[in-house]
T-cell receptor, first 111, second 114 residues
Framework: KQEVTQIPAALSVPEGENLVLNCSFT??????LQWFRQDPGKGLTSLLL?????REQTSGRLNASLDKSSGRSTLYIAASQPGDSATYLC??????????FGEGTQLTVNP | GAGVSQTPSNKVTEKGKYVELRCDPI?????LYWYRQSLGQGPEFLIY????????DSGLPNDRFFAVRPEGSVSTLKIQRTERGDSAVYLC????????????FGPGTRLTVT
């Protein structure tokens, strides 16, 4: 059974800091990995999707890497802003179409 | 274009009652998914539709939960004899087709069973 773990569970940083969120998964036979953002009381917003054949994806200040063989992904956020405060979830797709999610990292960026 | 929409946004019901939650996927998306998210947890898969049929319903927790998608568009998640443990946010997602296509999520329905 696929298990996804995210570390840390919570993170508080001052504005402007660069930060890294970690995601690990137990079964490396995945199709792709997706990072989401969730604001309180809201649904999920897709940030980046990395196919299994890719090593990284970038969007603006966000960069996600994937090391499938070791079962790890990182989400790098550059020059963090208070508006980045949210819960960040990673999810992997193995077989079929279901996503398996981690429990998320709750990020607070302080002005 | 419009994203995935879900109604109602909030639902409070008494233990033992029946509830229906609705999902309107993005137009043209043939794949539709239901997930459940408990407080402080990541979403957990419930069921996946490809067109009108349930391609994978292995995430439904028990036979009190049922979902339909009769015309291959709108889907309804039905919960019978609700229990307090059913309280959660129910999220719906759709994608252009199944497989590895990106899933787009709705805002969710917050269900509270008292």
């Amino acid at each position: 059974k696929q298990e996804v773990t995210q570390i840390p569970a919570a993170l508080s940083v001052p504005e402007g800091e660069n930060l890294v969120l970690n995601c690990s998964f137990t079964d490396s036979a995945i199709y792709n990995l997706q990072w989401f953002r969730q604001d309180p009381g809201k649904g999920l917003t897709s940030l980046l999707l990395i196919q299994s054949s890719q090593r990284e994806q970038t969007s603006g200040r966000l960069n996600a890497s994937l090391d499938k063989s070791s079962g790890r992904s990182t989400l790098y956020i550059a020059a963090s802003q208070p508006g980045d405060s949210a819960t960040y979830l990673c999810a992997v797709r193995r077989g079929g179409s279901r996503l398996t999610f981690g429990e998320g990292t709750q990020l607070t960026v302080n002005p | 274009g419009a994203g995935v929409s879900q109604t109602p946004s909030n639902k409070v019901t008494e233990k033992g009652k029946y509830v229906e939650l609705r999902c309107d996927p993005i137009s043209g998306h043939t794949a539709l998914y239901w997930y459940r998210q408990s407080l402080g947890q990541g979403p957990e898969f419930l069921i996946y539709f490809q067109g009108t049929g349930a391609a994978d319903d292995s995430g439904l927790p028990n036979d009190r939960f049922f979902a339909v998608r009769p015309e291959g568009s709108v889907s309804t998640l039905k919960i019978q004899r609700t229990e307090r443990g059913d309280s959660a946010v129910y999220l719906c997602a759709s994608s252009l087709s199944g497989g590895a296509n990106e899933q787009y999520f709705g805002p969710g329905t917050r269900l509270t069973v008292t």
